[in-house]
């Protein structure tokens, strides 16, 4: 039985790894002013920061029932079944979305991930992986869904106002942040974004405590992958989190990722994460 892996574009794994694991992306929407695109076909961070710079309103947009009735009827065509992740179930209601078009054709489990950027990638991944061993959809959806708690998913992020303009944090937060120069940590726990730690310095000051705290903290870490996964950032950055990687932890396999339209509109520049499992 072939089974076919997919997911919303949340999940942020590179070109790369999308073609090598085979994967089919569902694009959400990101808004401007109005204009629709595709999160990674016609938008990118890049576009989406100019526009924030210019005091254009972004937003982001659920994958719509219609959309993934189309997408889930195509896949059957050459699969028996398909597998479905989506972001956070309290984050968007593109959960919601997907189980409505899966009732309606049958042979499509959909994952609430729980999580959110290459925390969903960890578990899309496994799932991969189960699907090259033969597992069936069923075991593949059991599997996944035992493992979604094991998620460690954390980012740092620069720009506070980012997250008040989602509505992630108030205005007096936001204020009090740019006026310390405070970086705060964002932790993704039982499905929900939540500030976790405040950093403050040069991204070697900062990145390098962070890094040590998470590892530190975390017992039972699985050393076979972690990403890193970012917005775009100043020089040096990603090469300086991935070597207080390698001297705190003792991953097998490091993957760097570009986070896509979500964690950029609502993080902003600047923005760098460490998301790995636990046993």
């Known amino acids: 039985m072939k089974v076919k892996i997919s997911s919303d574009s949340t999940c942020d794994l590179s070109r790369e790894?999308?073609?090598?694991?085979?994967?089919?992306?569902?694009?959400?929407?990101?808004?401007?002013?109005?204009?629709?695109?595709?999160?990674?076909?016609?938008?990118?961070?890049?576009?989406?920061f100019r526009a924030v710079d210019l005091g254009k309103k972004v937003q982001t947009a659920a994958v719509n029932q219609f959309e993934y009735e189309e997408l889930f009827r195509e896949l059957l065509k050459e699969n028996e079944s398909v597998v479905h992740f989506c972001i956070s179930r309290e984050m968007s209601s593109c959960y919601a979305d997907a189980c409505e078009a899966a009732k309606k054709l049958g042979n499509v489990f959909v994952i609430d991930s729980r999580n959110l950027s290459t925390g969903i990638g960890l578990l899309?991944?496994?799932?991969?992986?189960?699907?090259?061993?033969?597992?069936?959809?069923?075991?593949?959806?059991?599997?996944?869904?035992?493992?979604?708690?094991?998620?460690?998913?954390?980012?740092?992020v620069q720009d506070i106002g980012y997250l008040y303009r989602g509505g992630r944090c108030s205005g007096l937060e936001a204020l009090g942040a740019k006026m310390?120069?405070?970086?705060?940590?964002?932790?993704?726990?039982?499905?929900?974004?939540?500030?976790?730690?405040?950093?403050?310095?040069?991204?070697?000051?900062?990145?390098?405590?962070?890094?040590?705290?998470?590892?530190?903290?975390?017992?039972?870490?699985?050393?076979?992958?972690?990403?890193?996964?970012?917005?775009?950032?100043?020089?040096?950055?990603?090469?300086?989190?991935?070597?207080?990687?390698?001297?705190?932890?003792?991953?097998?396999?490091i993957l760097e990722t570009t986070a896509g339209g979500t964690v950029s509109v609502h993080c902003g520049p600047n923005t760098l994460g460490i998301l790995f499992m636990r046993k």
């Open 124 to 156: 899309v991944l496994e799932a991969c992986e189960l699907a090259a061993m033969g597992r069936t959809a069923e075991e593949i959806h059991q599997a996944i869904l035992a493992r979604t708690d094991k998620v460690v998913a954390t980012f740092t």
């Open 17 to 48: 790894l999308v073609e090598k694991y085979q994967i089919t992306i569902a694009p959400l929407s990101v808004i401007i002013d109005g204009h629709s695109y595709k999160d990674g076909v016609d938008v990118t961070p890049e576009n989406i």
């Open 180 to 253: 310390l120069k405070i970086r705060p940590e964002i932790e993704v726990l039982d499905g929900k974004m939540r500030p976790g730690k405040k950093y403050r310095g040069s991204y070697e000051h900062y990145l390098k405590h962070y890094i040590r705290d998470v590892l530190k903290e975390v017992e039972d870490v699985d050393y076979k992958r972690v990403f890193i996964t970012h917005s775009p950032c100043e020089a040096g950055m990603v090469e300086f989190a991935e070597s207080c990687l390698r001297e705190y932890g003792h991953f097998r396999e």
